[in-house]
Antibody, heavy 121, light 107 residues
Framework: QVHLEESGGGVVQPGKSLRLSCTASGFRFDHYAMHWVRQAPGKGLEWVAVISFDGAHKYSAESVKGRFTVSRDDAKNTVFLQMNNLTVEDTAVYFC??????????????WGQGTLVTVAS | EIVMTQSPATLSVSPGERATLSCRAS??????LAWYQQTPGQSPRLLIR???TRAADVAARFSGSGSGTEFNLTITNLQSEDFAVYFCQQYNAWPETFGPGTKVEMK
């Protein structure tokens, strides 16, 4: 079955960088766009970024634009989120999510367990 | 972007009762509306897609309705495992946006 596993979270100082990874299994990874969604402590869900199935198109939320970059390595079935110039407002659990429909705007039918990023001095 | 709102923020319900959760979009999302359930410490779980289609392995006591800008999630005969936070999400337009959630708690 579909399995997504995030890694790379941790505690980091404001202004520093962190790279998250999400390794997938159980489906044709290279057929699917992949998303990152975050959830600040005790808060709701915020969509962060998406990369198309072929890596040709990447979009991110206004709140992270210019600081976060999404990429993928299909040989490793892995999607990455490079987070630069982190602020305390970026503190959240970061989930990767697979869309129900591979290449279109869609809801998300599979989620990883999430990785916690804490930005603090 | 399309702004999603949910009401109420918290709903207190007794086991066995019915709960109705509301979700509103700032503009029409047609029927491209999903509902997710999240229990503490867990990732969200897709319950409903396309406004009213239950996802795989979702119990029949969960049902969705609505269209355009007004949507409801109804849970009948609430079970202990249904006490959770529920989020709606529109996927009619990019970026896909979520509502702030409704917490269903035990009365």
């Amino acid at each position: 079955q579909v399995h997504l596993e995030e890694s790379g979270g941790g505690v980091v100082q404001p202004g520093k960088s962190l790279r998250l990874s999400c390794t997938a299994s159980g489906f044709r990874f290279d057929h699917y766009a992949m998303h990152w969604v975050r959830q600040a402590p005790g808060k709701g869900l915020e969509w962060v970024a998406v990369i198309s199935f072929d890596g040709a198109h990447k979009y991110s939320a206004e709140s992270v634009k210019g600081r976060f970059t999404v990429s993928r390595d299909d040989a490793k079935n892995t999607v990455f989120l490079q987070m630069n110039n982190l602020t305390v407002e970026d503190t959240a659990v970061y989930f990767c999510a697979r869309p129900l429909l591979p290449t279109a705007i869609s809801c998300f039918d599979s989620w990883g367990q999430g990785t916690l990023v804490t930005v603090a001095s | 972007e399309i702004v999603m709102t949910q009401s109420p923020a918290t709903l207190s319900v007794s086991p066995g009762e019915r709960a109705t959760l509301s979700c509103r979009a700032s503009q029409s999302v047609s029927k491209n509306l999903a509902w997710y359930q999240q229990t503490p410490g867990q990732s969200p779980r897709l319950l409903i897609r396309g406004t009213s289609t239950r996802a795989a392995d979702v119990a029949a006591r969960f049902s969705g309705s609505g269209s355009g800008t007004e949507f409801n999630l109804t849970i009948t005969n609430l079970q202990s495992e249904d006490f959770a936070v529920y989020f709606c999400q529109q996927y009619n337009a990019w970026p896909e946006t979520f509502g702030p959630g409704t917490k269903v708690e035990m009365k």
